[in-house]
């Protein structure tokens, strides 16, 4: 059952949700991430190379605490 899907219990849809995330997160390569998936790219050594725009970073999030800089980028 997949995310477009109703849901007859809350059970069923947080399975469902878990199921999609993972997906997301193993399965799914992103474009941003180098073309890895989320999970090999938390796991890669060294740098992967800013694929996004940054100014659509910046507006997203314009605290950049927590973040790495992006001085120079």
């Keep these: 059952m997949g995310l477009g899907e109703t849901f007859t219990s809350h059970q069923q849809a947080l399975k469902a949700v878990d199921k999609e995330i993972s997906v ?3 399965m799914r390569p992103h474009a941003s991430c180098d ?6 790219a938390h796991t890669k050594k060294g740098e992967l ?3 996004w725009k940054r100014r659509l ?3 997203k ?3 950049k605490e ?3 800089s992006l001085e120079g980028n």
């Design 24 to 26: 997301y997160n193993s």
């Design 35 to 40: 073309y890895l998936t989320p999970d090999e």
């Design 49 to 51: 190379k800013m694929r």
């Design 57 to 59: 970073f910046e507006k």
């Design 61 to 63: 999030f314009p605290s």
């Design 66 to 68: 927590g973040y790495p």
